[in-house]
């Protein structure tokens, strides 16, 4: 069996370089053929026809077993027809067909001309009894109409099994911010962020996704908690947004939400919490959420597209703060979708948000001029180019490009920031009571990161009616960025007013860590016989983060620093997969599923920051002011407590670290109670 898996590896990897493929379908309409006597027709013509697809319909041919699969469709609504010489033409309309799901279409021919034909008008059944994952999708009607305040991840929290981690943020209360979520014990780097089937995650945080996605601009949004496919590397949420993409008629959307002041906002202010210090409750300033959008035909059924602009404003102020914690982001979406010949499509996606904050942090004992901000350069900008063909109805192959490209920056509020090596620069450090918790004269150290991720993708999927094989390639890259400055390179540090201590910065630090390669290669099978869908598949993951020979200048309390490249470990790791589902009484209305999966732990240049000598460091060391003149000055300090300051540290990663990976299991059951509402069960180790 081990041979078996290496030799599915290979093939994997040849097929990949060999083929130009694709990234994750989005949806597929599977099904079978039969006659009024319930024997199945080989050679039926189906074909699905949806005004979401540019190209207008899709065909396949059903196999000798008498099933059909039609896949990488857009969700939307589709016509099915099914058609041979001999037989009636069927027809079922109204089939909704949404993100990452297969729709089961049955068709069922009676002996006549082909002239005549039968509709048969209802939606498709409720549950997915062909794919082992679960897949929960939000589509534009409830997008609009749940309370989530535009945010993709508060979107997320309201499905069953998806949790939060970090802020809450009620109908945008939460003032624009981010926040986490997992699944099933997962970490929230395990969540994988796609657009349109390709990864979009950062260089951000373990490679969290970090977007601030533009809502307008998403059909729909699709949560996959549990076996998700070889496809991808972990094994938390794989949500993919399905983004707008215009059409044949020009159709324009403004949406326009607004709280404008305090007012609209009630308290839980009492007597006692006054009597207890309270004067100010927590309050939502005002919060606004603008955005117009318009899509249509640069020609018809050749050229469409699709532009978004957005504007939102969360202002809020915490409980006996002074200022606001203000929020801006200003947001565009573009996307352009062209089809030149039947066979093949081109997408090309581009969203640029520039997001500003007036004062990052607040609190009641924080004064203002320590509030640090975040300037307009805090800009995300994510780019797709994407090239799908339908070689043959049996044979499709595309490839793509994805760009996230992210400016993180937290600055000293105007007139903080002095030059270094003046008079101001020493007398501006940061001030910080250890007892009150008090912070005033300056802010934070000031920190930058740059962090630019590129995803090249492709796979060749080849799909008969009951079988579907697909292989790809997934090559990640990039590099990210830390800088940091601080006046006087230092916090002075008081207890109840009294000087106590200082801590020293190794500022100001330039470090640099590239991505070479977040590799992997899958391949993805899945049979139907009968009743039974059965997905087995293999991954191979490699990655490769370094950190180089670089140099930083010399700062107050350390000199200028060079430093020879470190050693980091490169990751090889397979990870099998294996999904079930069954169509328990054949009608595709109740599913039993579960798998078994090896999902490794997401990684990115975090791993070799932790080793980088230039990495932030600090020293701690006692002050007395001995002169009174509240500035820190050298020959008030105390001996250091970091031998190792300045000089870089000297951990180093074990030669034979093996990357760190989970295994999955999981059963359950879903079950369709009426033409509207289903329901379901599983269970997660």
Do not use: C
Not at 499 to 522: E, F, I, Q, W
Request: charge should be neutral; hydrophobic fraction near 35%.
């Amino acid at each position: 069996m081990r041979i078996r898996f290496v030799t599915l590896g290979l093939l994997a990897a040849l097929l990949s370089v060999f083929l130009p493929a694709a990234a994750v379908a989005q949806s597929s309409i599977a099904g079978s053929v039969k006659d009024d006597t319930g024997a199945v027709l080989p050679g039926v013509t189906v074909e699905a026809s949806s005004p979401a697809l540019i190209e207008k319909s899709r065909t396949v041919i059903s196999d000798a077993s008498g099933q059909f699969k039609i896949v990488d469709l857009r969700p939307g609504v589709y016509a099915v027809v099914f058609t041979l010489q001999g037989f009636n033409t069927y027809r079922r309309e109204g089939i909704t067909l949404t993100a990452n799901a297969t729709a089961t279409v049955n068709g069922e021919m009676k002996v006549g001309s082909i002239e005549e034909s039968i509709t048969v008008t209802g939606e498709a059944p409720l549950v997915d009894v062909q794919n082992a994952g679960r897949s929960q999708v939000v589509n534009r009607e409830l997008l609009d109409t749940v309370p989530t305040g535009g945010q993709v991840w508060q979107v997320g929290f309201t499905l069953p099994g998806v949790v939060q981690v970090g802020r809450s943020d009620v109908g945008g209360a939460g003032g624009i911010q981010q926040t986490r979520m997992s699944t099933h014990g997962s970490t929230i780097s395990d969540t994988t962020t796609s657009l349109d089937g390709m990864e979009t995650n950062s260089m951000h945080g373990w490679a969290q996704s970090s977007q601030y996605w533009n809502d307008a601009a998403i059909q729909e949004m699709a949560f996959q908690t549990s076996n998700v496919g070889a496809e991808s590397q972990t094994g938390g949420i794989l949500l993919n947004l399905i983004p707008q993409q215009g059409g044949n008629q020009f159709r324009g959307d403004i949406d326009a939400r607004s709280i404008p002041n305090d007012s609209f906002q009630g308290n839980n202010m009492t007597p006692n919490l006054k009597s207890l210090g309270v004067n100010t409750p927590n309050k939502v300033l005002r919060l606004h959420d603008y955005s117009f959008s318009l899509g249509g035909p640069v020609r018809r059924d050749l050229l469409w597209f699709f532009a978004s602009v957005r504007y939102q404003q969360g202002d809020t102020q915490a409980q006996d703060v002074t200022y606001p914690e203000d929020n801006k982001a200003k947001t565009f979406s573009g996307r352009m979708t062209w089809q030149p010949q039947t066979k093949n499509k081109f997408t090309f996606f581009f969203e640029d948000t520039k997001k500003t904050k007036g004062h990052e942090t607040s609190g009641p004992f924080i004064a203002e001029e320590a509030a640090n901000m975040r300037p307009g350069q805090h800009q995300y900008h994510v780019a797709q180019a994407k090239w799908t063909s339908t070689v043959s109805p049996r044979f499709l192959v595309d490839a793509g490009w994805s760009l996230s490209d992210i400016t993180w920056n937290v600055d000293y509020r105007p007139g903080i920031a002095q030059e270094r090596g003046t008079p101001l620069w020493y007398s501006m450090a940061s001030h910080q009571d250890r007892t009150t918790g008090a912070l005033w004269v300056a802010g934070a150290p000031g920190t930058l990161t740059l962090g630019v991720r590129q995803v090249l993708a492709s796979s060749a999927t080849y799909v008969t009616g009951s079988h579907s094989l697909k292989t790809g390639l997934q090559w990640s890259y990039g590099a990210r960025r830390n800088e940091r400055y601080a006046n006087a390179d230092l916090t002075q540090r008081y207890l109840n007013g009294v000087p106590d201590s200082v801590l020293l910065y190794n500022t100001p630090n330039n470090a640099t860590n590239p991505l070479k390669a977040d590799l992997g290669l899958y391949i993805q099978d899945s049979w139907t016989l009968k009743h039974v869908t059965i997905s087995p598949g293999l991954r191979y993951d490699y990655f490769n983060t370094t950190s180089p020979a670089q140099s930083s200048e010399a700062g107050r309390f350390v000199a200028a620093r060079q430093f020879a490249a470190v050693p980091i470990p490169t990751f090889h790791d397979l990870s099998p997969r294996l999904g079930v589902a069954y169509d328990i009484f054949g009608n595709g209305k109740t599913a039993l599923h579960g798998g078994i999966n090896k999902y490794v732990e997401r990684m990115a240049p975090d791993f070799s920051i932790r080793y980088n000598p230039i990495s932030p460091d600090m020293d701690t060391r006692t002050w007395n002011d001995a002169n009174r003149d509240g500035v820190a000055q050298e020959n008030e300090f105390g001996p250091s407590q970091n031998l190792r300051f300045g000089i870089g540290s000297s951990t180093r990663p074990d030669a034979n670290l093996k990357r760190p990976y989970n295994i999955e299991y999981n059963v359950g059951v879903d079950h369709q109670l009426t033409a509207s509402i289903s329901g379901g069960f599983s269970y997660y180790r």
